[in-house]
């Protein structure tokens, strides 16, 4: 294949220096010299990051053939690539490409021989989100590590490092070399409903050692990292999925608070960076979202900060860019700010041909396009994807949740864990005085493949222990008759171990909790995701914050509970008192030991 050679050959010199972070005239020359060979067609798409059902590049399911041809209008990801040459893709769990690490590795290979196929082909950045604990796309075998908030309870960089070079290896070995993690938003609004536990924490500074040190290990493992989601999302209690939220810092605020950890990925040497679907008035008033906003983009992101990597839009079909243009024109406006990708537009085919049209008619310059698409294969040089875009089944068998892997990340689990409140001592856990327990309540879907659910996998932990352990789910929202049968079962038990999920004064997890205190066998609280619920549980006996429900995380919350290890975690973020949200309950750095 000429075209395919050609390409190889050209750029093998510049992939070298690019990967020790060398940008020589000579190297831009050379991908200069490929932008200039693409036709305007070409160079649109590889401007897009696009979604593609199936487990397969060429043969995927009927069910996902139908998804495609509805939503994008080609059947495959080898027809996706072939009519609008997108120079991405991102895996979704719902668009079935992530089943086992095999098949993830047979697929990223599947779709690098598609574009390397094409005329002029180019490898492809694979993407995903594997931000770990809430928000994962590869699950088991693979190796899950906890949130960034529980990393941030851990307090340790070296702990947030190895795990972005472990995940990075694992990624990179199923032919992922793009992940949007780590989260880079300060979270200091505990009725976040996007953020909160993907936010390492409260404290800027905090956040920021973390950030740098998880986007180290990443690209230490050649994986592109992306802190998202610029300028700072920590601080609303919109969805952006949903609405549109409006950040009302002063530009003073936004400095020292949201700003700190980007600064810290710039100065870190981060390869991507993810804008946000919010308004921030003090840093553009124009009511425009910052992901189509060139104050922001390029005059505080790329200016300011002095940032010329790769900016990639969240995704457009997420209701905050939505509102206010439509679907043709949010792609445009983006480039127009700065961007360098546009990420999962609802249509491609609407999208893609709104900025060809836009270059045509002149809106856009094919300069400007240049630009963009420069930023985006020099990260493709810098990934080696240039030298080698496929992966081997070998690899993955090697690499992907090893022994010694997922040995690291329960470890780190175990640093993470914090231990909010001990009234008169009871844990460690004893089996000689509490050695039959019952483990009742919240049971989410998990969130990243594990195995699950909570209350279940806490009895099994229990039950490796040596203690008797049973489980019964009492769900979110428990009704009086599941209540009635919860403290039932207490009754036959020496302690009751209650997962709660996001408790509010009005919760019926708040009714479950005070009903089984009542009968008078201690209670023992794990706060399977905001450790905010310590302040909505006052009569409990003890109180855990583990951060997230994976395996791994409740595992550990176990292995505490019995003393096999002590609490380390110290909260990243403050709990306000429950009766009066002004008070601090719990202040930044809290964690009990034994």
Known sequence: MPSRRTVLAATMGVTASLAVGGTAHADDKTLRSLISRMTLPEKVGQLFVMRVYGHSATAPDQADIDANLS???????????????????????????TRDPHQIADLSNGIQKASLGQPRGLPVLITTDQEHGIVCRIGK???????????????????ARTLGRISGAELRAMGVNQDYSPDADVNVNPANPIIGVRSFGADPDAVAAMVAAEVKGYQGSRVAATAKHFPGHGDTAVDSHFGFPVITHSREVWEALDAVPFRAAVRAGIDSIMTAHIMVPALDDSGDPATLSHPIVTGILRGELGYDGVVVTDSLGMAGVRQKYGDDRVPVLALKAGVDQLLNPPSLDIAWNAVLKAVRGGELTEARLDESILRVLRLKARLGLFEKAHVSRAGVSRTVGTAAHLAAADRIAERTTTLLANSAGLLPLSRRTHGRVLVVGADPASPSGTTGPPTGVLAAAFGELGFTATALSTGTAPSAATVTKAVAAAQEADVVVVATYNVTAADAQRTLVEHLVATTKPVVAVAVRNPYDVAQLPTVSACLASYSWTDVELRAAARVIAGRVSPRGKLPVAVQRADDPTQVLYPVGHGLSY
């Open 141 to 159: 075998p693979a190796t899950l590590f906890p949130g960034a908030m529980a990393i941030g309870a851990g307090g340790s960089r070296t702990d």
């Open 71 to 97: 939503e994008i209008g080609v059947r495959t990801a080898a027809e996706l690539i072939a009519k609008y040459r997108v120079g991405g893709i991102i895996y979704f769990t719902w668009a079935h490409n």
